[in-house]
């Protein structure tokens, strides 16, 4: 990552932004020339806030980094540094709940594991602020019940840190399914995976912090795809599980594959992996196809269809998944993954656990039509 | 299609070749320029026989189109005069077995309804001509056995019509993963399927004849694919199938998926359909991936790997394929698609079958190592 200098920060933030070459926001509030940032304060100070959020949040035109919660000390005082953020905007989890009297935060972005993204989107909702949790919503369906209910009674904004949703690639496939570009989808297929080798200590590979392997980790990107793929929510799943290293992979899942039924007749089909390298989106529609590869990493995407290939400028897909979220809140814009998206992708995961406890015989899913498909 | 004169094919078949610019093969038989070309006879002349075998076998070096059996008197009549065939190389079902006597025929290929193919290839056999199968090998395993034993108390060769083992990007997809170029193959998926909208009586979509649907045509391809794909047999195998159009589909499979597990944790994932369209191999190693889109129509196919495109000249797939079958006659080069290639296929295809009937569970499959690979 491009290091980031503390002086770079410490102009304007208008003319911060000028000085980057980026257009100033005009976001209708005020009628003036203001220039109206919500503050963002990232609860969880991991490698996904630190070289992703963090700087995203740089570029952004309509919020910017302006708290932290950690639980490290060290940690604190180094973003605190480099992001010139005052002591007055840092918490660790215990003073947390203070937040509600820092006005200079608007929304909270939980980027904890997962088995404490429930705790922590209720905590903010119930402090005021507009909340992110981070994907997977939660542990649990109940929870992401939860999460709404909070967000709900507080009269906060609840988002999905469904970043995809505001990528180019994504949204251009997104288009062709809404728009028949090439008819109706008849297959669709999802890949999401990667090979771990680290630390089998880690978090994700702990069921009590992360509530599965890697379904509930890249699995939930492969959702995604089958469910944007073909524009629908799944009537039916069947899955199957499967285990080779043992060993490493003590309590989590290491490789799931998962079959589909939508409403109409299509077909979906996805496979998600600890111990596989794959990242793909492909859809077979009435007169044509189209297939992202890579689908869902960090970009630059890439695409083609069956009449020659996609190309689109990339930018920081957090930095537009922030916008979006921000503009949301400011303006009113669609919120591209309602809490309702997550918790649907949940009762996928659910329903996928389920085919695989029961030998994978075929389990009925039952979600309103269009429910979740977000803006 | 091109059409054929009979004056293109009345020149002499050396003549013919070096008019089509096409060099002289030396068989290595008889140490002489003498070219030695076994003669094929073609059982069933439908569209495969018609657009796809009998072009091919005017371009082969090591074998040529030497007789007919057809029950349509006017067929016969047609294919005489088209490819200059004589009367006494003229067979209908009835008269087939004299072909015993015809010392022009050496091959027999069977280009029947699935349903024929174990009757005609014993009948081939048992009148001591080599035989070539098409593909699905039979109905079921039994008849894959009796084929084989008939052949083997024949003393003549046997092959299954599986053109791709000598089509050049799928062998540069088996010298991939032979040579582990990428590391060791960890998933595999493959689609191959096509949309049905014709005569919903053809004989494909009739059980008694065919055996099965998509799975039955098609699905042997992802199957394959699969198994080339990682260079292993798969230990198991769990499916399902989609229905949506059964007034269309009315006794056969419509789509099918399924997930294979190899030795060695190899996870393979196969979608076959005849209501949808899809054509694609796709396998992710430990330090790379490679793909085939299509893979498995009659080309020219078209592949890349993680580190770039694949490019090789087309030429008939179906030429290639009786050229190398000959070949193994005449010079004792690997079968590349010997018999127990399509049984272990077939072996599959009844375990695929099974865990639909079995809601869906994960069905053993005993086949020895390296089973029906072929050179």
Not at 79 to 98: C, K, L
Not at 144 to 166: N, P, Q, T
Request: hydrophobic share 35%.
């Amino acid at each position: 990552m491009k290091p980031y200098s503390r002086r770079m920060f410490n102009t304007t933030l208008a003319g911060g932004l000028l000085a980057m070459g980026m257009p100033l926001p005009l976001t209708g509030q005020g009628g003036g020339s203001q220039v109206k940032k919500l503050g963002v304060a990232l609860v969880g100070l991991g490698s996904y806030s630190t070289y992703q959020l963090a700087p995203a949040l740089q570029q952004t035109a309509y919020c910017h980094l302006a708290g932290i919660v950690t639980g490290t000390p060290q940690k604190a005082r180094q973003w605190m540094q480099t992001y010139g953020i005052g002591a007055e905007h840092v918490y660790d989890y215990d003073s947390f709940d203070r937040i509600a009297a820092d006005k200079a935060i608007d929304i909270v972005y939980v980027v904890l594991p997962n088995s404490m993204h429930a705790e922590f989107s209720i905590r903010a909702a119930k402090a005021g602020k507009h909340v992110i949790c981070e994907k997977p919503m939660a542990m649990n369906v109940g929870e992401c019940d939860a999460i709404m209910a909070a967000c709900r009674e507080a009269g906060v904004k609840l988002g999905v840190g469904y970043r995809l949703h505001s990528e180019p690639y994504t949204r251009e496939v997104k288009r062709l399914v809404r728009e028949q570009a090439f008819g109706r989808v008849r297959f669709v297929g999802a890949d999401a995976a990667y090979i771990s080798a680290g630390n089998p200590d880690q978090w994700r590979l702990d069921k009590s912090l992360s509530g599965g392997g890697a379904l509930m980790n890249m699995g939930v990107y492969a959702i995604q795809s089958c469910i944007y793929g073909c524009g629908k929510n799944p009537v039916s799943v069947s899955a199957r599980e499967f285990s080779t290293r043992p060993d490493y992979f003590r309590d989590t899942d290491e490789t799931i594959t998962a079959q589909f039924e939508f409403p109409g007749g299509t077909v979906g089909q996805m496979m998600t992996s600890h111990n596989a390298q794959a990242n793909r989106l492909y859809a077979s529609c009435d007169r044509g196809w189209f297939e992202l590869q890579p689908a869902n990493n960090y970009g630059p995407l890439s695409g083609r269809t069956s009449e020659g290939p996609m190309s689109f400028p990339h930018e920081s897909q957090q930095k537009l998944q922030m916008d979006d979220f921000a503009r949301h809140i400011l303006e009113g814009t669609p919120n591209r993954a309602p809490g309702e998206m997550g918790k649907r992708d949940m009762v996928v995961v659910e329903a996928i656990y389920r085919s695989i406890r029961e030998g994978g015989k075929a389990i009925p899913i039952d979600l309103p039509e269009g429910y979740g498909m977000g803006g």
